[in-house]
């Protein structure tokens, strides 16, 4: 996925994590996802917490 030119089939047979739960935060349009996912990517693919995710500051229309 990303940077490390995965395939997200490949992801999701690796991790036993759903292909939709995956194309979903692909695209970022995952509304949330459980910790346990989340530590079972990072450990998968040897990264941290904060290079999976970035911080976005939601725009609120004022």
Same mark, same amino acid.
């Given at each position: 996925?990303? /940077?490390?030119?995965?395939? !997200?089939? @490949?992801?999701?047979?690796? +991790?036993? !994590?759903?292909?939709? =739960?995956? +194309?979903?935060? $692909?695209?970022? =349009?995952?509304?949330? !996802?459980?910790? @346990? +996912?989340?530590? =079972? ?5 040897? !990264?941290?917490? @904060? /290079?999976?995710?970035? $911080?976005?500051?939601? /725009? =609120?229309?004022?």
């Amino acid at each position: 996925m990303g /940077e490390q030119k995965l395939k !997200i089939s @490949d992801v999701s047979r690796k +991790t036993g !994590i759903n292909r939709g =739960t995956l +194309t979903r935060m $692909y695209h970022e =349009t995952l509304v949330r !996802i459980d910790l @346990d +996912t989340i530590n =079972t990517l990072c450990e998968s693919l040897g !990264i941290s917490v @904060d /290079e999976l995710f970035e $911080y976005q500051k939601k /725009e =609120t229309n004022v």
